[in-house]
């Protein structure tokens, strides 16, 4: 019989968990279909952003990747400063959307390439090599913008790609869902998944197999800095306005999520539906505290509180037993004894 994912049981229970409180708290307001597309439309940045922290750590040697939002923010506002400046959104709005786009998504993977390149050729340790290119993409961002806030408006094709709903589900959260279908396939189904996961898990195997572990590296954080620019794109299409300090609380929180979602902090193990759970979970407990009438400050009281229970709980593998001793009873030859 197959082994029982007690992670993705947890996930899932405390999703039905969280909705059945909202409702009984809100007398139904929680879970009224604006509600539900409001919170939907919040998940995506951080959410991919949390996809490249689980795609770092999964990739073991001390790996993860501390510069994702300042590199979302760089992608954003150094985008829009460039095409502003060539493209009018009155007047050519697709023209000026794509333009942003391809732009940002250029910014984005060319800041991971550089953190995939100083990790696997320099050989400096992840975290401290993304924490320099924290601050060197942050800085460049405030260099680039002047410390101020960049317009980048909202014509009609960004607003729908930030705000706009098909048959009821906001189009973000659907590009969301696309790209972790893909990255969920190709960590399970390709030839780089499979390696991927091996350096993580056993990086001296990988070397005796022969995996091209530079490559791997590279690609893996390339990988984590375009979905870092495609979370720009999402963030300038949900606001008028791009700025170097958005979303200063989103580190911890793509890191909670990755944790949350039992993506090994000594890599070779993580799963993309997790971490899309893990990533709806913290969006509706963050809409249930704010229904509550909670301060931000506990708020991110109970962020710490969670990826330390969660962090403690990977440790001595409880959830992990739990799933193996109810795989165990649900046996047939457990249930022939």
Do not use: H
Not at 10 to 19: D, G, R, T
Not at 123 to 133: E, S
Not at 193 to 220: E, H, W, Y
């Amino acid at each position: 019989m197959r082994k029982l994912d007690g992670r993705l049981v947890i996930l899932s229970v405390l999703v039905l968990v969280l909705l059945g409180a909202g409702g009984l708290v809100s007398g139904g307001t929680y879970l009224s279909l604006f509600n539900l597309q409001s919170m939907a439309t919040q998940v995506p940045e951080i959410g991919l952003l949390a996809i490249g922290v689980m795609l770092a750590m999964c990739a073991g040697n001390g790996g993860i990747d501390l510069s994702g939002i300042a590199l979302a923010n760089l992608a954003g506002v150094a985008s829009g400063v460039v095409v502003t400046q060539f493209v009018s959104a009155t007047e050519a709005p697709w023209l000026f959307t794509l333009a942003f786009a391809a732009g940002a998504l250029v910014v984005g993977a060319l800041g991971g390439l550089l953190n995939g390149i100083i990790i696997a050729r320099l050989g400096i340790t992840p975290i401290l090599c993304t924490l320099g290119t924290q601050m060197l993409f942050t800085g460049l961002a405030v260099v680039v913008s002047d410390g101020r806030s960049v317009t980048i408006g909202s014509p009609d094709p960004m607003y729908e790609l930030g705000n706009g709903v098909i048959l009821g589900v906001p189009y973000s959260f659907l590009i969301f869902l696309a790209v972790a279908l893909v990255l969920g396939a190709v960590l399970r189904f390709t030839p780089f998944g499979m390696r991927l996961m091996l350096t993580g898990a056993n990086a001296k195997a990988a070397d005796f197999s022969g995996f091209p572990k530079k490559t791997i590296f590279t690609v893996t954080y390339t990988l984590s800095g375009l979905l870092a620019g495609l979370s720009g794109v999402i963030i300038a299409a949900r606001n008028v306005n791009v700025k170097w300090d958005y979303g200063t609380s989103y580190l911890l929180i793509a890191i909670l999520i990755a944790v949350m979602a039992g993506v090994r902090p000594e890599g070779g193990y993580g799963r993309i539906v997790c971490v899309v759970l893990s990533a709806v979970v913290l969006q509706l407990l963050s809409s249930l505290l704010n229904f509550i009438g909670l301060s931000n400050f506990v708020r991110d009281f109970a962020w710490g509180a969670l990826l330390l229970s969660f962090l403690a709980v990977g440790r001595f593998g409880l959830i992990e037993s739990l799933a193996a001793a109810v795989t165990s009873a649900r046996s047939p030859r457990a249930s022939k004894g």
